[in-house]
């Protein structure tokens, strides 16, 4: 019984001495974008929906682009004008 306490007491200790980082809703990026300019404030390269699209825009001669699969669905009908995957995206 005696080291279960002084287990659960070191436990509780270590605990106490670590640091959470908890990112808030505020810090965090927005999933739905009205702009390129607005999303760039977060992304500054763009974003693609997988890596084959990814790797396409690097090879069209882009900068690379964040793999952000549920944001790129979010907003993709109006950012992305040639339909290839990426919206955003910034040539090099």
Known sequence: MKRQVASLCGGVLLLA?????????ASAAPTK?????AMYK???HGI???KAAQRRAV???MYK??????VY???YKTL???KDGTMCEVPR
């Open 65 to 70: 682009p964040d793999v952000k699969p549920s």
């Open 48 to 50: 693609s929906i997988n």
């Open 42 to 44: 977060y992304y500054k």
């Open 33 to 37: 974008f009205t702009s390129c300019a």
């Open 80 to 82: 992305d004008r040639d």
């Open 17 to 25: 001495g670590s640091q959470v980082v908890v990112a808030s809703s």
């Open 59 to 61: 090879k069209a001669g």
């Open 73 to 75: 669905r979010d907003s």
